[in-house]
């Protein structure tokens, strides 16, 4: 069973920058594929940033995000950051942590919402302009 907690939303300027954080109550984070999805009003939960369960060796951004946001891990304090900079307007959304476990053979899971087991409670992130 895994348990995710986010933090670090909130309401911020356009072109300034938050860090949001997932913490997972599991001894097996680091075998945890991780992710990061979000969500606006009237639209489908969208993908925004992957990485594989060893670390940021391998990563992933939606064409929207990227050179924007950066994902990445902290085994020892079993938590995963999405940074993110240059905040625009459209970035305007609710952010979820997701997780799961790869395949056998596989380092990380695919972009698509369903592969993820287990989801944090989301955080609410506001751009204004």
């Known amino acids: 069973q895994v348990q995710l907690v986010e933090s670090g939303g909130g309401l911020i300027q356009a072109g300034g920058s938050l860090r949001l954080s997932c913490a997972a109550s599991s001894s097996a984070f680091s075998s945890l594929a991780m992710g990061w999805f979000r969500q606006a009003p009237g639209k489908e939960r969208e993908f925004v940033a992957r990485?594989?369960?060893?670390?940021?060796?391998?990563?992933d951004y939606a064409d929207s995000v990227k050179g924007r946001f950066t994902i990445s891990r902290d085994n020892a304090k079993n938590t995963v950051y999405l940074q993110m900079n240059s905040l625009k307007p459209e970035d305007t959304a609710v952010y979820y942590c997701?997780?799961?476990?790869?395949?056998?053979?596989?380092?990380?899971?695919?972009?698509?919402?369903?592969?993820?087991?287990?989801w944090g409670q989301g955080t609410q992130v506001t751009v204004s302009s």
């Open positions: 997701a997780a799961g476990y790869p395949r056998y053979g596989s380092s990380w899971l695919s972009r698509m919402k369903n592969e993820y087991n287990y």
């Open positions: 990485c594989c369960w060893w670390g940021g060796v391998n990563t």
